[in-house]
């Protein structure tokens, strides 16, 4: 195998595969990235954990075509420490010569046969959305995926494709997250969970464009097709919450607050609060204002925060952690906070506009002495 390419293409192509690299495997190729220059002037590079496998494409003068296997952390230290030049890549029974400019490394390789090839996505079904929008969905979502391996179909995200376009929901049983937007294009109505592991990863390859996603459901896994690279993950089987049947929406309590605002005033009463000292937030939503207090053993913080409505002067506990994630998520100036009891969920909405998200938190018991 031989090839040259410029460095900047084969590092970030290098970067985005290495995310799916296995820090430490029972395979020594999964290590590694696999390698494989082709014909069509294309060198593929690899990245696979047996859950998520990642493969990018970088354009190169390709003189002999081969595959092989290199150790990924040392593959890519070497690249990025190379100048910015035309990096030559030189690799004949597994011993593998780099240069650029005056500089020279020697290596050996790992038979690219030790590397599991990646799985096959039968397409059944498939959409098309902007990268920007995903990404955009991912983060605001991701937040309020679940950790707790017992119920293992809640550490994803349930992608649902139908009349509305896509909507996507995260849930850890403490909170809900759900963002909707339109699809570019879509085959039909479907749903699939995807990893939250793979997600995350989703995230950091999209970029702020309007070039189109393509979203592909096979039987067992789904591909995303991101620009020149590919990711395949593992779906996520099992029952999912029936979250249009827990959310609740007859809510007598509607009041009005500014994102910024009321974020911040839960900011500041939650500095003392920590992981040792752990208080919820007392909230008391009167005529035009929430009164937020916190208390712990080192003292008492309050702040007031003005809204549009009146809640009547319930009390209501939150997690201050959990409130904060779903209004930084939040990606209106202005949100709704709907309510019905101390123990009912709050809903944040939109004031305005599209429902096109929507958080919900679970309260917290507050102490009578609190």
Known sequence: MKFSCE????????LTASRAVSPKSTIPALEGLLLEAEASGTVFITGYNQETGIRSAVQADVTEVGSMVLPARLFGEIVRKMADDTLVFQEEKLKVHISCGMSEFDLMGIDPEDFPELPTVEYQNSLEIQEQTLRSMIGQTLF??????????????????????????AVDGFRLALRREQVASKNGSFEFVVPGASLS?????????????????????????????????????????????????????????????????????????????????????GDGEIDITTKTAIGTAHDCCPVEGSGGGLEIGFNNKY????????????????LSSPITPCII????????????????RLKADY
């Open 201 to 285: 990863e989703v995230e950091k390859i999209c970029r702020e464009t309007d070039e189109l996603v393509s979203i592909h459901q096979g039987s067992r896994h789904i591909l995303f097709k991101i620009g020149s690279t590919i990711l395949i993950s593992r779906r996520l089987e099992g029952e999912f919450l029936a979250w249009r049947q827990a959310i609740p929406r007859n809510n007598p309590i509607k009041v009005t607050a500014g994102t910024k605002q009321l974020l911040s005033c839960i900011d500041r009463v939650s500095l003392i609060v920590s992981e040792k000292l752990k208080s919820p937030l007392r909230c008391v939503i």
């Open 349 to 364: 909405v939109p004031a305005e506009g599209e429902e096109n998200f929507l958080f919900m938190v679970l309260p917290v």
């Open 144 to 169: 309020a995926v679940s950790a707790d391996e017992s119920r293992p179909v809640h550490t994803g995200s349930l992608f649902v494709v139908d009349d509305d376009g896509l909507t996507m929901v």
């Open 7 to 14: 460095k900047a293409l084969l590092q970030t192509a290098i």
């Open 323 to 338: 409130m904060m994630d779903a209004l930084k998520a939040a990606p209106m100036d202005q949100v709704t906070l709907e």
